[in-house]
Structure formats: structure tokens, C-alpha cells
């Protein structure tokens, strides 16, 4: 807990030995059962989220006698009943709706069980109905849920340092999902929590081992139903192949990761002063909230000619489409779909629930398509280093973004790897400048709410010491 003496670090022999012991045999099957069951879990969550999209955007539109599509007007209801199931589990269920996404992503760790059904409403009623606003903070929650459920389950008495590393594993299992990746998911939990040192090992083979597992166990699971995570995994993307970059395209670079940097900054904070504004008057605030967001991808939808889909919901499903019809978006196009969806995702940040990854990244890939109309800034590189900027500056996970954009563009080939990783500094840098502690004057919002971007959730566990065991 927070204020508690940090435990003292073991030296690379006594982890060794722990290795070695039966016990860590013993907590390996644990990870591997609780994989199993997380990632069902995982599994479920995300398709009903995706069914719960289907009905309420396609199938109900269609069975009202609306065969052309659902009207231009469809998503205000939709989301004005959204604000209100969230408000409701924020106000009347224990956990408030789980992590405010305002306030980057949440590492995990053991969280009070208590908090789940709060966390998976507010996470259902947001994603599904189209709220700006993505997926892997309630998958967080989920995994280590589900990983102590199964151990109180089986009524088996665990230490505290154990009963995290198997939170830590399900909280593996589950955000592997959603990035496809086992690997893309270690990177990111690593470096939120900041596990390190001799402790890592410890941490991280129990959470491969769940992840993987849990992984082949959906492949299997999604041959035997029909249903496949391809429907809301983020994918690879399909990119012209880019060699070498030029020193030209170092400077472009860093101006562009400047630039996504510092608006990406400035959304965050307006997150922050949206739920100044929402958290005492939720059951008001989050269903005009709603008709904001869908009135901002109605304006967006006629000032561009595109579908009001490209403002609603959290990105991932519309960033392969986006990156591979980049020559039908003209710059204004893609400048009202950046401003409109900005604030979609602002306004959204502040109040309804889940994390705040992919807008960050579809936007980060917009801005990108912008910057390849620049003299010789290819659309791969751009769209890179695009990505990577958004993630460093909104997660400030400088190691994930680089991860994350790498993989996701890894079809094109290496030769933007370079200039991710310099985007993806000079972001963290700027970003790191823009979050700053306030000086005598202070920041008002930020201060008069009592919180700062990274202070933990009410109702949820203080961040453990450096060097716990947690994820």
C-alpha cells in the first residue's frame, strides 16, 4: 500500500532460487489455469461489446425499417442512454465505473472484486455505444479479477506478493486479446506498473505463460463457435513498403511528433476538466455528454461526407479502413475528422469509462495521413510516427509506443524504426514538459480537483512501491 515501506529487493541468486523452488512450479500452473479462464472471460467481454455494437448500429436500425442504414440521428439516443447506464454504475455501484481514463492507463494489481460488475456495465455501456473510448483498461480489470476469483475459488490461501503475480498474469492474459500480441500486452503492463530489476522474471513468465495459453485456447474457441477476435483485435496494417529514411524526413519527424504531442497533452487535460465538470452531477452530465459526442460525429458527417462512425467509438475498427483509403481523405477532411474526433475523445476521456489507447492511435494515424502530404514524408513513416507520438504522449510509455507502432507497421518493413523511435522521444519529452509539476501559481483544474493525471482511482488499491511484484 501507499506509504508502506518498499520490500527490499532480492538479489539475481534468491530469485534464482525462488525459480527453481516448487512453489514457482506450482504458481506456473496456477498462470496457466487462470490463462485458460481469463481469456475466455477476455474473450467474452470484447464479443459482447462487438454484438452489442451490431445490434444497436445495424440489426435494430434494420428491424425498425431503416434498410439503408440507421438515420443520421440514431446515435443521440443511443448515447444519451449510454450516459446514463454509466452514470448509474458510476454513482450507484462500488468502484465508480473503474479507472477514469483521463488519467492515462491503469497498471492493475488486485482490485477489490467488489468493484467487477461496476467495471464491466460502465465498460459495456461506453465501448458498445459508442462513446470515443477503447477497451484495455476494463480488460485490466477483468484479467486480475477474474485470476483472484479463480484462486478464492479454489480456496487456496496465497501470500499477498503471490495473489499479484496472479492478478499480474490475468491482467496479461486478457489485454493480450485486444493487441493480438501477448507481447505488445507484456511491454505495456510492464512499463505502466515500472516492474524492473531482479523481480521482473518472477513477474513476467507466470503472465506470458497465461497469455499464451489463453490465446491458443481462444483460437481453439473461436474454431469451434464461428466467432473470431478478428472482428476486434487491432491488425497489422497494410502499408506501402518503406526502405531507409533520409535526413529530410528526421526533421518532418520531429515536427510532427511536436505537434501530435502537445494536442494530444491538451486533450488529456480537457479530460480532466470534463470530469471537474461531470463527476458531481453524473446522472446529468454523462447523457448531455452523450449528445455531444454524437452531435459532434453528426457536424463531423456533414461538414465532411463521411460516415458519423469515424467520430463513434474507440477507433481500432476503423484504423485498417483509414490507413488503406488514405488517398480518398483530402487534408480537410482529415483536419475536421482530427478536430472533431478530438473533442469526441476529450469529452469522453472525462467522463464515460474504459481506456484511452485506441482513439489516441487512430488519431495519431490521422495526423500521420496529413503529414505524408508534406514533401517527402512517405505515408508509411508518417502514419508510424504518427501512432507512436499519440501513444507516448497520451500513455507516456515511451518503450510501448515504440513497440506498438513497430508491430502494427511491421509489414511495411524496418526502415521507419528509426524514426519511431525518434518521434517517439521527442513525444515523451514534450509530453513529460507539458505534465510538468505547476509551479507557485499551479494548475488550477488539476489542483482543484485534489488529483493529478496519474493519482490513483477512488476505491481502488495505492500503487504498490517500486519493486513489488505487480502489473
Do not use: C
Request: hydrophobic residues 55%; without cysteine.
Amino acid at each position: 500500500m501507499a506509504g508502506a515501506a518498499a520490500a527490499p529487493e532480492p538479489t539475481p541468486e534468491q530469485v534464482a532460487s525462488t525459480m527453481r523452488s516448487r512453489q514457482y512450479g506450482v504458481l506456473l500452473v496456477v498462470a496457466a489455469v487462470v490463462g485458460v479462464i481469463v481469456s475466455l472471460g477476455a474473450w467474452g467481454f470484447l464479443e459482447l461489446i462487438y454484438q452489442i455494437q451490431r445490434e444497436l448500429y445495424t440489426h435494430l436500425p434494420h428491424a425498425l425499417g431503416y434498410h439503408n442504414g440507421p438515420p443520421l440521428w440514431w446515435s443521440l439516443p443511443v448515447l444519451a442512454v449510454s450516459g446514463v447506464i454509466v452514470a448509474l454504475a458510476i454513482t450507484r455501484l462500488p468502484g465508480e465505473g473503474g479507472h477514469l481514463p483521463a488519467r492515462g492507463l491503469a497498471p492493475g494489481g488486485a482490485p477489490d472484486l467488489r468493484v467487477l460488475p461496476g467495471v464491466v456495465l460502465a465498460g459495456l455501456a461506453s465501448i458498445g455505444m459508442g462513446a470515443v473510448i477503447g477497451p484495455e483498461a476494463p480488460l485490466i480489470a477483468i484479467g486480475s479479477g477474474l485470476a483472484l476469483l479463480t484462486i478464492r475459488l479454489a480456496r487456496r490461501e496465497m501470500p499477498q506478493p503471490v495473489l499479484m503475480v496472479v492478478a499480474a498474469a490475468g491482467s496479461f492474459a486478457a489485454l493480450s486479446f485486444i493487441f493480438a500480441s501477448p507481447l505488445i500486452a507484456a511491454v505495456i503492463l510492464i512499463e505502466a506498473a515500472g516492474i524492473g530489476g531482479p523481480r521482473l522474471p518472477l513477474v513476467v513468465l507466470p503472465g506470458l505463460l497465461a497469455a499464451g495459453i489463453g490465446t491458443l485456447v481462444s483460437l481453439g474457441m473461436g474454431s469451434f463457435t464461428g466467432l473470431s477476435t478478428s472482428a476486434y483485435a487491432l491488425g497489422r496494417l497494410q502499408l506501402p513498403a518503406f526502405s531507409h529514411p533520409n535526413i529530410g524526413q528526421f526533421g518532418w519527424t520531429i515536427a510532427l511528433a511536436v505537434a501530435v504531442a502537445v494536442v494530444a497533452r491538451l486533450v488529456m487535460r480537457g479530460g480532466l476538466l470534463t470530469h471537474r465538470f461531470a463527476a458531481p452531477r453524473a446522472l446529468l452530465a454523462l447523457p448531455a455528454i452523450g449528445l455531444v459526442i454524437s452531435g459532434l460525429a453528426i457536424a463531423f458527417s456533414q461538414a465532411a461526407d463521411k460516415n458519423v462512425n469515424e467520430v463513434l467509438f474507440s477507433g481500432q475498427d476503423s484504423l485498417p479502413g483509414l490507413v488503406a483509403q488514405a488517398g480518398t481523405w483530402s487534408l480537410s477532411a482529415l483536419a475536421l475528422l482530427i478536430v472533431f474526433k478530438g473533442v469526441a475523445y476529450m469529452v469522453s476521456l472525462g467522463s464515460f469509462r474504459g481506456g484511452p489507447t485506441f482513439p489516441a492511435l487512430f488519431l495519431g494515424a490521422a495526423a500521420g495521413l496529413m503529414a505524408s502530404h508534406l514533401p517527402d514524408f512517405p505515408l508509411t513513416p508518417a502514419v508510424a510516427v504518427g501512432m507512436g507520438a499519440a501513444i507516448a504522449a497520451v500513455l507516456k510509455l515511451p518503450l510501448s509506443a515504440v513497440v506498438l507502432s513497430t508491430m502494427l507497421t511491421v509489414k511495411a518493413g524496418v526502415g521507419d524504426e528509426p524514426l519511431i523511435i525518434v518521434g517517439v522521444v521527442v513525444a515523451y519529452l514534450v509530453a513529460l514538459l507539458m505534465s510538468a509539476p505547476p509551479s507557485a501559481g499551479g494548475d488550477a483544474a488539476e489542483r482543484s480537483t485534489g488529483t493529478a493525471e496519474d493519482a490513483p482511482e477512488m476505491g481502488a488499491p495505492a500503487p504498490e512501491p517500486a519493486g513489488e511484484p505487480v502489473a
